[in-house]
């Protein structure tokens, strides 16, 4: 294999999660893609035309002749932000709140038809004995003559397996995670060759789509076993359409008239680069934001709208697949395909894939402090990513609220969401705090969340500790208010801390890290409901990984060192200088936790 073919697919490998995590979730995070991004795309798309046949480089480079004769109009710019707001509906509302609800009512239903005998009816103003009464704190309780007792919800079987239904939930979601990840991985790069970029948007989004509006056939609690594959295929379909959708931002930014017409030099090409990826990618953010409220302000409106609870769910559901399909007609009439070079025929397979990713885990392990972070990241990553799938699970089955209240508390972290972030930068530039520094706060700011619902082991009824409704949604504020900002800054620490010239398969690394992060939650809370049947003692968890790694973070990242150990720290000098002014101000015990052993 010659040294161009080993180029051109290394180059190639990392680039698709490239445009996923520089951008998705934070502007800030462009910076480090437009240091680098217009001169070595083109120089990796040079080189991966070269390791094909002529015939084929021929073709390839009359495309990107095509490509780069054809600016992005206002129009395909639309087209592009368009889709960030159909996709949200998907992942910031069906996935987060309705189909783990669909999943749960299924389940159950299907498990007290299996016991053989109906469960108690629910208790009302003339039935108040041996009849289930929903006791906030305590979730249902089997009403009785002396007082309540608990009522042990029955499992589903799943073959020779008996699933407690909340655990059949969160195990669907962890796999969906899971899949996604592997999907990603062996297919990912097909977005970077040839017309694959679009194609797999469509696919992606077509993925996604019809599994969500197949929901409304989900008539049968018999069929809670097709609502788990549904869920599992449809965020299949949404990580492949957003790598692809992410994959466009660096093609279409060295396509925009202000980077073509910019020079010569390569200072002025490298700045109108950095300003129309940052303002493309807040734009974009933006509606998806936007979208995300909207979207779940019209899944309220259905929640009040339909009585039955099984029939609300499955079109909600539904409505959501309806909003990504019909926004993204206008990404696919405006969205130009933007081919990219043919796929090397040679050692692109997928086993070469793979271990490219586990070259890439070694890599990174050579860089003490990106390792720690990388960990760190995965640790306090699965605490907030469980806080959320808490919100709403234990919201319904603790506290006893409906569907429409569970709205209300999604709507609520999104939309302070989007007041904190904007506070929190407020808050670095008047205190002049490095990155690092703010990741340790807003963990900080975190982790009183699961001591909250932990005293309620130590309360009465109705007392502190989440044992009522109003608790729910100032613990929802209070997670939102920090959740944006600590995910915003979680990206700029980690791009601090990225070897020069690497960007693009670090943050390969960043994806899979954040990914696994996402799983282990799901499983977590799986297990603990397996076992106990209560969710929560998962609370105790989640204060271990937020806590635990703040600390880490604080005590074995030097910010200076790990800038230097990147090759960064020229461009970084104000920051360090704050460091070393904040390693100053603490004792001598800290700094020596500080010192490189």
């Not at 010659?2 to 290394?10: G, L, P, S, V």
């Not at 697949?321 to 969205?335: E, N």
């Not at 699965?382 to 569970?406: E, K």
Request: proline residues 5%.
């Amino acid at each position: 294999m010659t040294t161009t073919d080993d180029q051109a697919r290394e180059s190639f490998a990392a680039e698709p999660w490239r445009g996923q995590n520089g951008h998705s979730q934070n502007g800030h995070s462009q910076n480090a893609h437009s240091q680098n991004g217009h001169s070595s795309h083109a120089a990796a798309a040079a080189a991966a035309v070269a390791a094909v046949a002529p015939e084929d480089a021929a073709a390839s480079a009359a495309l990107m002749a095509e490509k780069e004769q054809d600016p992005v109009s206002r129009r395909e710019w639309w087209g592009w932000y368009v889709y960030n707001a159909a996709g949200n509906a998907f992942s910031l509302v069906a996935m987060s709140i309705f189909i783990p609800l669909l999943l749960v009512y299924l389940a159950s239903a299907q498990a007290a038809a299996e016991a053989g005998a109906p469960p108690p009816p629910q208790c009302n103003a003339t039935l108040t004995t041996n009849c289930l009464q929903c006791v906030a704190g305590k979730g249902q309780q089997l009403m009785t003559s002396s007082g309540y007792t608990a009522y042990d919800t029955p499992n589903v079987q799943a073959g020779s397996l008996s699933i407690e239904p909340v655990a059949y939930t969160t195990v669907v979601i962890g796999l969906a995670v899971v899949v996604q990840i592997v999907g990603l991985v062996c297919f990912g790069a097909e977005a970077d060759f040839g017309l694959g970029r679009w194609r797999m948007l469509l696919v992606g989004t077509l993925m996604g789509v019809v599994p969500c509006m197949l929901c409304l056939a989900l008539t049968s609690p018999s069929l809670w076993w097709l609502a788990g594959i549904f869920a599992i295929v449809a965020n299949l379909g949404y990580g492949i359409s957003l790598v692809s959708y992410n994959s466009y931002l660096p093609v279409l930014v060295d396509s925009s008239p202000e980077v073509l017409s910019a020079g010569p030099d390569e200072a002025s090409i490298l700045a109108a680069r950095e300003k129309v990826e940052n303002q493309s990618s807040l734009t974009g953010l933006a509606m998806g934001c936007v979208a995300s409220v909207l979207s779940m302000l019209l899944t309220f409106a259905i929640t009040l709208l339909i009585p039955d609870d099984l029939l609300k769910l499955r079109v909600t559901v539904a409505v959501c697949g309806l909003w990504w399909l019909a926004l993204s007609a206008f990404t696919f009439a405006w969205l130009h395909p933007r081919p990219g070079p043919p796929m090397p025929k040679k050692g692109f397979s997928l086993l070469n894939r793979w271990s490219h990713l586990f070259r890439l885990f070694k890599e990174a392990s050579r860089y003490r402090y990106t390792f720690i972070f990388l960990i760190c990241l995965v640790a306090y990553g699965s605490g907030f990513t469980t806080m959320l799938q808490m919100a709403v699970l234990f919201g319904q089955n603790d506290l006893c609220l409906s569907v429409s209240s569970m709205a209300i508390v999604a709507l609520t972290v999104a939309m302070v969401a989007i007041a904190g972030m904007p506070l929190a930068l407020l808050f670095q530039r008047r205190t002049n705090a490095t990155n690092k520094t703010m990741v340790v706060i807003l963990l900080a700011c975190l982790v009183p969340l699961p001591v909250w619902g932990f005293i309620g082991y130590f309360t009465p009824d109705g007392g502190f500790g989440l044992k009522s409704a109003w608790e729910i949604y100032l613990c929802a504020a209070w997670l939102g208010f920090f959740l944006g900002a600590l995910t915003s800054y979680s990206r700029t620490l980690f791009i601090d801390f990225i070897p020069v010239g690497r960007e693009g398969a670090f943050f390969t690394l960043f994806f899979i890290c954040d990914r696994i992060s996402s799983c282990i939650g799901p499983f977590v809370i799986a297990a603990v409901t397996q076992v106990g049947g209560q969710l929560r003692p998962v609370f105790g968890y989640v204060f271990i990984v937020l806590l635990v790694p703040a600390l880490a973070v604080q005590i074995f990242i030097n910010y200076g060192k790990g800038v230097a150990e990147a090759g960064r720290a020229n461009k970084h000098q104000e920051q360090l200088q704050d460091e070393s002014l904040y390693d100053a101000n603490h004792s001598e015990g800290t700094q020596s936790a500080h010192a490189e052993p």
